[in-house]
């Protein structure tokens, strides 16, 4: 008898431990699951360009360059000048990445397009680096014109660690009537 009843309590607990096993397993797949996902989301970033800030060669007050929100979608900006802003007049926007996670950032892409006659365009793509208020590091500079009059998005390599605040910087040449269009902007960890 008392065999009978050891084999009658192991049939009921294989049942009831193969339940509680594969409800732990879909668990911990879950689990699984979501924390890879949480990893994904973590790998880009999105930002807006739209706070940000035309600058000259020796401050805001010397700038050229006018900055408004576009229509269509409203979180683009429009870039353009009314008059002719060459290579060496040194002409920058600046848009503070505000919320960037700390960080490898191995990549960084610029939505824009440029409207207009031809002859304006994104002369230079930085990435600087602030902690102390009196100076910032550039960490990326990639001279490379971007011209295109397709919208189109550029990725350059980035390939550091972020360690305070990050602004991103367009160098723009600019033609009178022309405009430069920016959209997105996404770090790629």
């Known amino acids: 008898m008392t065999a009978a009843i050891i084999s009658f309590q192991s049939r009921l607990q294989a049942p009831l431990f193969t339940l509680i096993s594969k409800n732990m397993k879909q668990f911990f797949f879950a689990l699984a699951l979501t924390l890879s996902f949480g990893s994904l989301m973590a790998q880009n970033q999105f930002f807006s360009p739209l706070n940000a800030n035309p600058v000259g060669p020796n401050g805001p007050a010397t700038n050229k360059a006018r900055v408004v929100p576009y229509c269509c979608p409203s ?15 040194f002409q920058w926007i600046n848009i503070p990445l505000n919320g960037i996670a700390a ?5 960084l892409v610029v939505c824009y ?77």
């Open 75 to 89: 979180d683009a900006i429009e870039i353009s000048s009314t008059v002719a802003v060459g290579e060496n007049d």
């Open 103 to 107: 960080g490898q950032i191995s990549r």
């Open 113 to 189: 397009q440029v409207v207009g006659t031809g002859g304006s365009y994104i002369s230079q793509v930085r990435l600087a680096e602030m902690s102390a208020p009196n100076s910032a590091v550039v960490k990326v500079d990639d001279p490379t014109d971007l011209n295109s009059t397709a919208a189109t998005c550029y990725a350059t390599k980035a390939g550091y660690v972020v360690g305070g605040t990050t602004t991103l910087a367009l160098k723009v040449v600019l033609k009178p009537g022309d405009k430069i269009i920016v959209g997105g902007i996404s770090v790629i960890r």
